[in-house]
């Protein structure tokens, strides 16, 4: 068994070529929002920058000297939704759109609530009574998904809430029950999910406690506290019309968006900072860290905060997975700079079967961003900053929070998932059965805690994710010392690598019945579209 730090294999592209062949606002110290804020004007410019490339690329080649424009990132704008009654209306409106990435044509894109990719961040506290609504002005169906967010089968916007063309969902109202963390939502309409999320449909969902609210972390919106969807495009000529995004038959993106930007770039002040990180790709695996090797320090998962500051130097990243992590630059004189990379070369330590590891420039499982090293946000440190009603920090927290997990000792049902390929050309699947709109694969009893192993299969990597609840990984290939610290809270997406197992244990307290039914799937979305996806309920 190989993790993805085991070795150095390259996967190169004739190789998964043919197993393609058998496969087929600124918030207060206390939590509350008191306006909201962007990046600092040292970052609203487009910038220019020399720099030298080749030996950081992990490639071997020789060192070349390149110029990068960078651009300022965008910060999603807050919405904090709208009270009546004790119930909060979160309104989202997805519409197409167009963006000037390149000279020429521009791109066609889509996005909630006017933004031309992407949409506002939602902000939510727990133990507040919330609901959804989507108006849909696209052409053809959608849905949308509230991911981690522990909500009943109905509210769960999973293929079988369709909202048609030019048709509103709004949802029941529920209780926000889940702890303060990253989430986010996107469309989830099966065999589309592709498409709309590469077209730009996604965007975050931050919830707030009173246990965060009393720590002393960095929550200045757009300051010291910035969301990050990282994710990566392909530019193709579409229908006669040039710079279109690319929506299928492709695995992976040539040019890196960060937050919807080209070359990114925001000012952080001179302090521990907080990115919320999301892997927003269709299937690129990430390994995350800093161009000068420092020590940064994960304190979130998928679901909530871990029981204390996690250091680490690299952070694997699949798609669909949120972490939090806290970045010192007090040490870093004002004017200089610094980017957030992935490592993702052949001098990485990563092993076959890691998304984006094959030694390919083009085709369906090629790219540019492939088998290198490569920058996702430049940072440049600026003076350090105080809201109306903060101090910057400076101080890493010793603690965080404390979790009350399930135990397997508790687990009243243990299932397996093998990830299996049915045969040359074919998609994957769950033991050997593809998804199917009206199959119910798995049945499970209101209360219960149960543990799941999902076996990777032989063919590559996966990134899991399950609808309903938020769970805690128990082992990877049946060792509990072989979970990442930093991976030890709160999860609903975790990383599998190929040939290995995962197991998890969680207990399902939301209902889905089999008209509205929960989802697992690959979050790797084009593994999803082609049937890596299965249906449950919770009764």
Request: aromatic share 8%; hydrophobic share 40%.
């Amino acid at each position: 068994m190989h993790s993805p730090f085991d070795d150095h294999r390259p996967l190169v592209a004739s190789r998964r070529n043919s197993l393609k062949l058998i496969a087929g606002g600124l918030l207060s110290a206390s939590g509350v929002l008191v306006a909201c804020g962007g990046g600092s004007d040292a970052s609203s410019a487009t910038t220019t920058d020399t720099t030298s490339t080749g030996g950081t690329t992990g490639t071997g080649g020789t060192t070349t000297a390149t110029t990068t424009t960078f651009n300022a990132l965008w910060i999603p704008p807050l919405l904090a939704g709208v009270t009546t009654a004790g119930v909060t209306t979160y309104e989202l409106t997805l519409a197409n759109s167009a963006v000037q990435y390149r000279s020429g044509a521009k791109t066609a894109t889509c996005g909630y609530n006017g933004h031309d990719f992407w949409g506002p961040t939602l902000l939510m506290k727990k133990g507040s009574t919330a609901r959804m609504q989507l108006k849909n002005t696209l052409a053809e169906d959608t849905t949308t998904h509230w991911h981690g967010l522990l909500v009943p089968g109905p509210v769960d916007g999973g293929p079988h809430q369709i909202v048609a063309a030019g048709a509103t969902w709004l949802t029941d109202a529920f209780t926000v029950k889940n702890n303060a963390a990253t989430y986010w939502y996107h469309p989830h309409l099966h065999g589309t999910t592709q498409k709309q999320l590469t077209l730009g449909a996604g965007g975050f969902i931050l919830v707030q406690d009173d246990a965060e609210a009393a720590l002393n972390l960095p929550r200045t919106y757009g300051t010291d506290d910035i969301p990050l969807i990282l994710t990566s495009r392909r530019f193709t000529t579409t229908n006669g019309v040039a710079n279109q995004f690319q929506t299928t038959t492709t695995a992976y993106g040539d040019v890196m968006l960060t937050n919807g930007v080209l070359d990114a770039q925001v000012s952080l002040p001179r302090q521990l900072v907080r990115l919320r990180i999301l892997n927003g790709e269709i299937e690129r695996d990430y390994n995350l860290g800093f161009s000068d090797g420092r020590t940064f320090y994960v304190i979130g998962n998928d679901g909530g905060l871990l029981g204390a500051p996690v250091a680490v130097t690299r952070l694997v990243m699949a798609p669909g997975e949120r972490y939090e992590i806290l970045v010192n630059l007090g040490g870093d004189a004002v004017g200089t700079a610094l980017d957030l990379q992935s490592f993702n070369g052949a001098d990485a330590g990563l092993s076959f079967g890691f998304a984006g590891l094959e030694n390919a420039t083009g085709g369906e499982f090629g790219s540019l961003l492939n088998y290198r090293t490569f920058s996702v946000l430049r940072i440049n440190v600026a003076a350090a900053t105080a809201s109306p009603t903060a101090s910057p920090v400076t101080s890493l927290p010793a603690t965080l929070v404390s979790n009350t997990f399930p135990t397997a000792a508790e687990a009243t049902q243990a299932r397996t998932l093998v990830i299996t390929a049915t045969g040359p050309g074919a998609p994957f699947t769950f033991n050997n059965v593809g998804f199917n709109m009206n199959t119910i694969n798995q049945t499970v009893t209101l209360g219960a805690t149960e543990t799941w192993t999902v076996n990777g299969g032989n063919i590559f990597g996966h990134s899991f994710h399950i609808h309903g609840v938020q769970f805690r990984i128990l082992a990877r290939n049946g060792s509990s010392s072989a979970v990442k610290a930093y991976e030890s809270g709160w999860k609903d997406t975790f990383y599998v690598p190929l040939n290995e197992t995962v197991t998890f244990v969680a207990k399902f307290d939301e209902a889905a019945d089999a008209t509205y039914p929960y989802m697992y799937h690959c979050h790797m979305v084009n593994h999803e579209d082609g049937g890596l996806m299965g249906q449950f309920v919770v009764q």
